[in-house]
């Protein structure tokens, strides 16, 4: 571990985050799928948003943008199709990247061009003190919402795939080694990736809805989640109120970036 | 080999930033700036660079931010109701320190007001409307040609300091059509983007030359550095301290501020043995050669100074014309912007007077000459 320390992460310690807060283990995620995939350091872009996991830029060493509060995507746009050869990852959280972010984010998928985004859903702003998100689920405390939320949920797995994204995956900071294998799936995929990685803010979401500290609602991602594949053995009435885990979705779609040179060629070639 | 043609002010910004090298664009079509993003959409390809429409103003400046901080180029267009939203962005390069060029074609406002008509109503927004302290160059061109000579210069200066540079056109600039004399853009030189001289593991994404202006080095070449809104220092990382936000934000303004004389631009007409001068600029400017012309024919000394860098705004030059002439006439489509700065640099040695006008036409040369003589 200590070596993956050294390689990826920049000499920035302390992070700004709580204690008990699951971005460390979704990031750390991240690092391993880079390292499993041998992708080169030199190559390899990550742009965040604004918010606690878009913090994360920071601290990894690549080339980095901490850009603006929910516009990772289009910084994000612009650089793979200037520079296609890049890979490039997207760190934004469920505020960041479904609420000022949202447009943003349906026009990626439709598009389908080659970026990876790890949306961490932790159901809440953070960085602001405990404000409801667009996945923050209905019912719930925040400090905008002290008589519990109004507005339904998005599921931004089925959002993503709705858009056209061409890989949807759902992951856990419980089931880390799974986030992994998800993460590292949808970076070797060849078009827009979209993993929700599920993640505990204990000190602003868990607090205020009485889910226990960090080790209660990791054990709650653990009870909650159902791999895909479980799934498929399980009728509705058993899945009511889990959520599933694993890659949702995988299509093949043509990669905006590959189509926009067959649009130079045909340019230089005088056709239209 | 030069050509000679027939192009619309925003056709000839177009070409002028492929001349320059621009080899990405991103946008989002808002009138009356969308021939810029039309053209750019035929020929970037052309010459192998990239188009893409966005899908919002928002990430049309989002993606040039990206884009530029490959190495790259970049434009993106718009108006008046887009330059707002583009603003947050503009910010953020000016503090990231990332080159962008933003064509900003004006029209009526405030809001969608009139699409279609001319009005300078964005200088102040130009100006101001970030957040936050910081300078600002903007350009205004008041011919086709200079549409493409400026915008040439907008890449020049953006890349030279390190920042956003706006080029403040108004509709009657962005649609009017005049000949024009294009060289061979082989023969143009492309302004180039000072990388860094040391090796990866000496470079420090912001600390700056002599000059204020750190070396920037292309995202994928293994510099592997941070770019961020916040307040940092010389690492590129966040640092709020009171000394670090103090020196950063210094910095930004002073390296403008030190080759002030270098990044002001503007003409004189007729003005060596003036008493009355007309201060103005981009389309409003075209009347002004008219009125002087017709004046000067009933021996009335009018001549006029000519914004051609609105910002930073050419202080020393207008307070030395205050000493110069009997009276300031600042004629413009707005309300009163660059007449409180014209004031503000005349300290009060010379009169000051407003000429705007709000209703959706330009100020014809009969107009201003009526103005003129009715002093």
Redesign the interface.
């Known amino acids: 571990m200590e070596k993956l320390i050294e390689k990826y992460y ?1 000499p ?1 310690l302390p992070h700004i985050w709580c204690p008990g807060c699951g971005n460390g283990i979704v990031t750390s995620s991240i690092i391993k799928a880079i390292d499993k995939l041998g992708l080169d ?3 390899t ?1 990550i ?1 965040s948003g604004i918010g606690c996991s878009s913090r994360a ?2 601290y990894l ?8 509060h929910g ?1 990772a ?11 296609p ?2 890979n490039v990852i997207v760190i934004t959280g469920d505020g960041d990247g479904t609420a000022i972010g949202g ?2 984010f349906i ?1 990626t998928a439709r598009r389908n061009i080659n970026l990876t985004v790890i949306l961490f859903n932790n159901n809440i702003y953070g960085m602001t003190g405990g404000q409801y998100s667009p996945l923050t689920p209905t019912d719930s405390k925040a400090t905008t919402a002290p008589y519990g939320t109004l507005e339904r949920a998005f599921d931004i797995a089925e959002l993503a795939k709705a858009a056209g994204a061409t890989y949807v995956a759902r992951g856990t900071a419980f089931h880390a080694n799974m986030l992994v294998d998800v993460i590292a799936k949808g970076i070797s995929h060849d078009g827009f990736s979209l993993i929700e990685a599920v993640t505990q803010c204990p000190i602003y979401f868990g607090r205020q809805n009485k889910k226990g500290d960090a080790s209660a609602m990791l054990k709650t991602q653990r009870d909650n989640a159902v791999t895909v594949e479980a799934a498929k053995k399980l009728s509705p009435e058993q899945l009511e109120g889990k959520f599933k885990i694993g890659v949702l979705h995988q299509s093949e779609a043509p990669e905006y970036t590959k189509q ?1 040179q067959g ?2 060629d ?3 070639k005088g056709a239209k | 080999m030069a050509k000679v043609l027939l192009l619309q002010g925003n056709q000839a910004c177009a070409e002028g930033a492929i001349a320059a090298g621009v ?2 664009f ?1 946008g989002y079509p808002i009138t009356p700036s969308t021939e810029i993003a039309e053209i750019m959409a ?1 020929r970037l ?2 010459v ?1 660079g ?1 188009f ?1 429409q ?3 103003e ?13 190495g ?1 180029k ?1 434009l993106t267009a718009t108006s008046g109701p887009g330059f707002s939203l583009k603003q ?2 503009i910010g ?1 390069a000016t503090i990231a320190e990332v080159p962008i060029v933003i064509a900003n074609v004006q029209r009526v406002g405030p809001s969608t007001g009139q699409p279609t008509a001319p009005a300078q109503g964005d200088m102040m927004q130009a100006r101001w409307g970030t957040h936050g302290d910081h300078p600002v160059i903007a350009l205004t061109p008041a011919s086709v040609p200079e549409c493409f000579t400026l915008t040439i210069k907008a890449y020049e200066l953006s890349e030279k300091y390190r920042m956003p540079v706006l080029l403040m056109l108004d509709e009657i600039i962005g649609h009017m059509r005049e000949k024009i004399e294009i060289p061979d853009y082989d023969t143009i030189e492309k302004p180039v983007r000072k990388g860094p001289r040391v090796g990866p593991n000496e470079f420090k994404a912001y600390e700056p030359d002599s000059d204020g202006v750190p070396p920037m080095a292309d ?12 307040v940092h220092d010389e690492t590129g ?2 640092n709020g301290s009171p000394a670090a936000t103090e020196k950063l934000l210094k910095r930004l303004h002073e390296k403008v501020e030190r080759d002030i004389d270098n990044i002001t631009m503007y003409e004189e007409y007729k003005l060596d043995d003036a008493e009355i001068a007309i201060v103005t600029y981009g389309g409003t400017a075209r009347s002004a050669y008219a009125a002087i012309d017709m004046a000067r024919e009933e021996g009335i000394k009018v001549g006029m100074f000519r914004l051609i860098s609105v910002w930073p705004f050419p202080e020393k030059e207008i307070a030395q014309l205050a000493q110069k002439v009997k009276v300031i006439v600042v004629p413009e489509l707005n309300y009163g912007q660059m007449v409180g700065e014209v004031k503000k640099a005349a300290e009060g040695k010379v009169p000051v007077k407003p000429m705007s006008k709000y209703d959706s036409e330009p100020i014809s040369p009969k107009e201003l000459l009526a103005f003129v003589k009715n002093l």
């Not at chain 1, 060493?61 to 603006?68: M, P």
């Not at chain 1, 995507?73 to 520079?83: C, E, M, N, R, S």
Request: net charge positive; hydrophobic share 40%; proline share 4%.
């Open positions: 920049r920035r350091q030199d190559k872009v742009v830029s920071g060493n690549f080339d980095t943008v901490h850009s603006l516009r995507l289009p910084v994000a746009t612009g650089i793979k199709l200037a520079d050869e890049l447009n943003h026009h926009y649009i130079i045909r340019a230089q | 080899t990405f991103a035929k390809p052309e192998g990239k893409i966005m899908e919002d928002i990430a049309g400046i989002g993606a040039i931010v990206g884009a530029s901080l490959t790259k970049v947050e962005f953020y995202f994928g070449t293994g510099y592997r550095y941070h770019v961020t809104g916040l990382f966040p």
